[in-house]
């Protein structure tokens, strides 16, 4: 008889609570690491995460621990969900604990800011692995609704495809429906640049704007990842799959997308300042924003909604005057 398979999942947030769920209910045996001791304990005896998702029950295989070395232990998966800009002092301290052959997953959709890489890519870096050990799930997976066990599907991806495949069996749900990719640059690069158009179509939002201004910046906002793809050497179909439209469509059309609540809150007036402070969790646009823009110009590709975004989010230009910038650039055809 084989043993379980086991994950480890730092941390105990939204959607590493989530998705540790997810991992329970295929069968694995999770540990979730938690920062905070309270969390670790409500877990283990209320079996629920009370900061995050009150009254849902988690999985008896599902336990939580504040002590990292005990998380990784015996882990098959070590599974990496916290804020991107914090993922490589966190996995410093982490990657000592990891077991040798431990495949390492990311969950987290954003670029980092000042080196302008990818989440696996500072996975191999600070973990030294190879590519063939790290792999990314995204997609349209609202972490309060996957909770709820509500159906959604995601991408796996990795570059080697039997590890893709392993992962997709590990969180393969009645609910749950995983796909495989080997497109880990496009997978990531349309989690990323989603949470950018998010911000976009939220701010739109939170100005009165209607479907028309929504479509359209989705629909232009999926053209500049795209463009970014294609020059980084992805796959351009993944970005009409669940890790490009998908996500956009969820991340652009939820009141649960943290970035379109965070652009909301800005088109309404609200300052930077202002909005962070009523924000509880991350929204990983805001940062992200300015290093998916630092790609952009490095592969000189166009990318005029993220820059328009930095320059409200970061340079506080007006909202209206920003709005008016970006419809009087030049006509172009819609391939360009």
């Known amino acids: 008889m084989t043993r379980p398979v086991k994950a480890a999942v730092f941390s105990a947030g939204s959607w590493g609570t989530a998705f540790g769920m997810v991992l329970a209910d295929a069968g694995c045996e999770v540990t979730l690491w938690a920062r905070r001791p309270e969390v670790a304990d409500a877990i283990n005896t209320g079996r629920t995460n009370p900061d995050y998702f009150p009254g849902v029950e988690l999985p008896a295989n599902l336990r939580a621990t504040t002590d990292p070395a005990e998380a990784a232990r015996g882990a098959d998966f070590t599974v990496l969900s916290v804020p991107s800009q914090t993922l490589r002092g966190n996995l410093a301290a982490w990657a000592p604990l990891l077991e040798p052959d431990t495949v390492l997953v990311s969950l987290m959709k954003g670029i980092e800011l000042g080196t302008a890489k990818r989440m696996s890519e500072v996975i191999e870096e600070v973990a030294k692995v190879p590519a063939e050990?790290?792999?990314?799930?995204?997609?349209?997976?609202?972490?309060?609704?996957?909770?709820?066990?509500?159906?959604?599907?995601?991408?796996?991806?990795?570059?080697?495809?039997?590890?893709?495949?392993?992962?997709?069996a590990a969180c393969h749900t009645a609910y749950f429906r995983p796909y495989t990719s080997t497109d880990v640059i496009g997978c990531e690069l349309g989690g990323a640049v989603k949470n950018v158009i998010g911000l976009a179509v939220g701010i739109a939002d939170g100005m009165g704007l209607g479907d028309n201004t929504k479509g359209s910046l989705i629909t232009r906002g999926l053209a500049e990842a795209t463009r970014l793809g294609l020059a980084m050497g992805a796959d351009p179909l993944t970005f009409s799959g669940l890790a490009g439209l998908g996500d956009l469509v969820a991340t652009c059309s939820s009141p649960l997308s943290r970035n379109h609540t965070f652009g909301t809150n800005l088109g309404r007036g609200m300052t930077l300042e202002e909005t962070i402070a009523v924000t509880k969790q991350t929204a990983e646009g805001v940062k992200s924003c300015q290093s998916v823009a630092d790609l952009a110009r490095r592969y000189g590709v166009d990318m005029p909604i993220t820059d328009t975004v930095v320059d409200i989010v970061h340079h506080g230009k007006p909202t209206l005057v920003a709005l008016k910038e970006l419809m009087g650039r030049s006509a172009k055809p819609e391939r360009h």
């Open 133 to 168: 050990r790290v792999a990314v799930v995204t997609g349209p997976n609202l972490a309060r609704e996957i909770v709820a066990r509500q159906p959604a599907a995601s991408v796996v991806a990795c570059v080697d495809e039997a590890v893709a495949q392993r992962l997709q």
